[in-house]
């Protein structure tokens, strides 16, 4: 088997260009379409509301597992005892495990699910609407895939149908046939 994975200190660390990135990609449009105005305003409205974003926010990262697992239930057919979601108490941190190999594709589709759903369809419907908090949600949510979006390019030259294997501990996972 090949380990296609990074540690999770390693991957926050690759993660960093990929954030400034994002937050470049995502920010600027909206304030050239809406105004730094608008945007200013999100940041307003977040700490006005402060304690009921930290919940959608617990509850947020909380969902980015779950959509992980929901990947891989779906796309990859699976049974509910082949997924487990948890929560790693020393850095309290939720996770979601794939216990068996499946197809790259259908890790890839895992591995993007809660950025595309959590973070960059906010962000979407933030700029038809000029939502700036939400805008803010949507570019959070988008950073916190940051590691999901290094494992998807380290898995790049990894072909659909090869299988791999989640791996238990670091981000990323094994060829399981090279």
């Known amino acids: ?13 690759f993660a960093i260009p990929i ?24 940041f307003l409205s977040i700490y006005l509301a402060l304690p009921y974003f ?14 992980h697992a929901i990947g891989f239930l779906i796309f990859g057919k699976l049974k509910y005892s082949q997924v487990q979601i948890g929560i790693k108490w020393k850095f309290l941190t939720p996770y979601a495990h ?11 589709i895992a591995l993007l699910l809660p950025a595309i759903l959590l973070g960059v369809i906010p962000s979407i419907i933030a700029y038809i609407f ?3 908090w939400l805008l803010i949600y949507g570019i959070l949510f988008t950073i916190l895939a940051g590691g999901d979006i ?4 380290i898995i ?13 501990e670091q981000c990323g996972c094994f060829i399981v046939n090279n």
């Open 130 to 132: 000029g939502i700036g």
């Open 19 to 42: 954030v400034v990135f994002l937050i470049i990609c995502l920010a600027c449009p909206f304030i050239l379409i809406w105004d730094w105005h608008i945007f200013t305003l999100g």
């Open 156 to 168: 790049r030259k990894v072909k659909n149908n090869e299988l791999v294997k989640d791996h238990p």
């Open 98 to 108: 794939c216990k068996i190999p499946l197809k790259a594709s259908v890790y890839r």
């Open 1 to 13: 088997m090949k380990d296609l994975s990074i540690s999770t200190i390693s991957a926050n660390l």
């Open 54 to 67: 930290i919940i959608v926010f617990i509850f947020g990262a909380f969902m980015h597992e779950v959509l």
């Open 150 to 153: 290094l494992v998807f390019w």
